[in-house]
């Protein structure tokens, strides 16, 4: 008798001789069960050691897919559990030949494990569900441009990508050391920003041309450029930099390489003293692996950070710099330098929130993000780096997690663009949002020089030209909101961006004279509202990557793209290679300031790219060098080789390869309008 039982409860799992396919249950398959037993087990471990140690997790995001998933899984358990021993009584009662209650525990025990089976399969729909929420798709059109652009080209984000910079042929180590990230390839790859950012091809005269910019724009001062004495704070990004030594694989920490390449830039072509400069982050520390790196090589410049010695959470983090910092400073909050948000009631502390010394005592910011996702704000960019500026008297209760009020989470309720918890629901589109305030506060963003975005080693970007590898990718602006744009298109063109409102801000920054909101930023309470910060729109589609400028209108964000990278199988295999030598017609052209290049190269070659002028002679030679296969860009900003510039008219541009076999060369004309 208990042979036939086990047979029947074996029945829904047997495999038809002739199909090879299971006869019972046709919707439960051998993968699916497996994938449920490991997702069932990650999710009781992920919620034990979250909610367990803070009950006020469980209102995560990711705590409402691990939950339902944890609970699930706990009754699938119980269920067959509770039906084996069933099935064993039942087997007794048989054996026993007490056939009416071994049949009724025998039908007992299967209706308990169907109804489980059933009960676990909803449970691990709505989580699958969950996991898999549509990707972001923006409410406005591509190419539909808002707001004013900023810079000496206004609107313009350069993005620099290289696949020589990570992973150096080697896989040992840690990602930070040189034998994995290339700190010449780093170096290379900020100056290519940094001149594709100006239009200028000399890098100190490239600074002075960012400081005079921003001191007239921003101070109504026409002729000055860096002076000694000059401060500029630098706020890095160090959210998972929670101690000195880092000790695992984490890739969203500040680059050291990238760190160092801003401070050679900083100190060696802008002239800027050591000593003016501070790093600072007024949450977590600057990690052994970035300081250690630049301080040996820049032993006077600053290093501002937050101190851990008083978090409650129950993290084991280690204390900051305490009383007796060294090199290594505790920021410290100026209560003369204060926020005023937009919806006080929304966002507690208005008018009391701080923000550090080191800020406030500034000229100058640089701002250098860590791009990614975000589960609150949907992405975490530029503007959210503003995060870790601001200090609160009064921390909400509860939130006790950052040292002495350095603590963020008041704005979490005007920042979701998310439904994040039960009391932080989604901000929909046209909505007041706090990072519009740090964004235009005229010490934070509107202090900030440049705006970077380090891409450089995260993981998982499928489009060429990454296919699959690091993003190793530099982003540079002088246009917040435009910056901002561009990279949320790289996230979301990747799928990584859950649909929600995460443009919101973007619309609001810049609309910020008019809002859809309507809501009066004014972050100074100086009774002087902010203007447009930026310009706004998203690209026409991720593979061409253009936006308005690009396609030649006069308005919106322009992307000028720097890309090198060396060919692979897999960049064959998929046509990232050109198959030829081609020299693409500049744009714009005409043209008034600047002009960009762009050509092709089908393999590694010595390139030579000259200007002339209609009479033959050389005006400019803006390449002579060698180069890898690719697809590549450079800027002419209507200079000759002694950097006068040159008048209005027409101009040949000419590229000669020579790859070994053959010379072979292109040539084309461009309209310089004066």
């Avoid at 994938?35 to 140690?53: D, E, F, K, M, Y």
């Avoid at 989470?409 to 949002?433: C, E, Q, T, W």
């Avoid at 246009?479 to 799928?495: K, N, P």
């Avoid at 060698?626 to 800027?635: C, K, L």
Wanted: proline share 7%.
């Amino acid at each position: 008798m208990f042979s036939k039982i086990r047979r029947l409860v074996k029945k829904p799992f047997t495999v038809c001789s002739r199909t090879v396919k299971k006869t019972g249950l046709e919707r439960v398959k051998r993968k699916t069960l497996w994938l449920w037993i490991v997702l069932g087990i990650a999710s009781v471990i992920w919620v034990l050691i979250r909610v367990v140690p803070k009950p006020s997790r469980a209102t995560y995001p990711c705590q409402k897919v691990a939950q339902p998933l944890a609970a699930g899984f706990i009754a699938w358990l119980l269920g067959l559990a509770g039906s084996t021993l069933i099935i064993r009584r039942a087997r007794r009662l048989f054996q026993r030949q007490q056939y009416v209650v071994g049949a009724i525990c025998f039908a007992t025990a299967i209706l308990l494990y169907y109804l489980t089976l059933s009960d676990t399969r909803d449970v691990a729909a709505s989580a699958f569900n969950t996991l898999n929420t549509a990707s972001f798709v923006p409410t406005d059109p591509a190419n539909s441009p808002v707001g004013i652009g900023k810079g000496i080209h206004p609107g313009r984000v350069v993005w620099v990508y290289d696949s020589l910079l990570c992973d150096q042929g080697s896989t040992s180590g840690w990602w930070w050391e040189d034998q994995r990230t290339d700190p010449e390839v780093a170096r290379r790859m900020m100056t290519q920003a940094l001149l594709n950012l100006t239009g200028i091809a000399d890098p100190v005269e490239s600074w002075d041309s960012l400081f005079r910019y921003f001191n007239r724009t921003h101070y109504n001062q026409n002729d000055r450029g860096y002076q000694a004495g000059d401060k500029i704070a630098v706020k890095v990004n160090n959210i998972f930099s929670r101690f000195y030594k880092w000790t695992d694989s984490q890739d969203n920490r500040p680059c050291p390489q990238m760190v160092h390449a801003l401070l050679w830039q900083l100190v060696n072509m802008a002239g800027v003293p050591e000593e003016d400069i501070t790093l600072y982050d007024c949450i977590f520390y600057h990690g052994d692996p970035v300081y250690l790196y630049c301080h040996a090589d820049f032993p006077g410049v600053r290093w501002a950070e937050g101190d851990a010695t008083d978090r409650v959470d129950g993290h084991d983090y280690e204390n900051g710099p305490g009383d007796n910092p060294g090199t290594r400073e505790k920021v410290v909050p100026d209560p003369n330098t204060v926020v005023h948000y937009g919806d006080p009631d929304l966002v507690p502390g208005s008018g009391t929130v701080c923000l550090p010394t080191v800020v406030s005592e500034a000229r100058y910011l640089i701002n250098v993000a860590l791009p990614r996702i975000h589960e609150l704000a949907g992405v975490t960019l530029c503007a959210k780096n503003f995060f870790g500026s601001v200090w609160h008297p009064n921390p909400p209760p509860g939130n006790a997690y950052y040292y002495y009020g350095w603590c963020p989470f008041y704005m979490h309720k005007a920042v979701a663009s998310l439904d994040f918890a039960a009391d932080i629901p989604m901000r929909p589109m046209g909505s007041y949002n706090a990072l519009v305030d740090l964004m235009g506060h005229k010490e934070l963003g509107g202090k900030t020089l440049l705006f970077i975005g380090e891409c450089i080693r995260y993981k998982g970007w499928a489009a060429p030209p990454f296919n699959g590898g690091p993003a190793s990718s530099l982003f540079m602006s002088q246009d917040i909101v435009a910056i901002e744009s561009v990279l949320l298109d790289f996230l979301r063109s990747e799928g990584a961006v859950v649909a929600g409102t995460p443009d919101n801000y973007l619309h609001e920054a810049a609309q910020a004279d008019n809002p859809p909101s309507g809501t009066v930023y004014d972050p100074e309470n100086d009774g002087i509202p902010l203007e447009s910060l930026g310009v706004h729109e998203h690209w026409n589609n991720s593979t061409d990557k253009q936006y308005s400028r690009n396609l030649g209108a006069g308005e919106g964000i322009e992307l000028i793209k720097i890309l090198k990278y060396t060919p692979t199988a897999v960049e064959l295999s998929n046509g990232d290679i050109p198959d030829t030598f081609i020299l693409f017609a500049n744009y714009p052209n005409p043209f008034n300031r600047s002009t960009t290049i762009r050509y092709s190269l089908p393999a590694s070659a010595d390139i030579r790219l000259n200007l002339y002028n209609l009479k033959g002679e050389k005006v400019r030679t803006l390449i002579h060098q060698h180069q890898s296969a690719g697809t590549f860009e450079i800027s002419w900003n209507g200079r000759s080789d002694n950097n006068v510039p040159v008048a209005s008219g027409t101009y040949i541009y000419r590229m000669e390869i020579n790859s070994g076999r053959e010379i072979v060369s292109q040539s084309r004309q461009m309209l310089l309008l004066r």
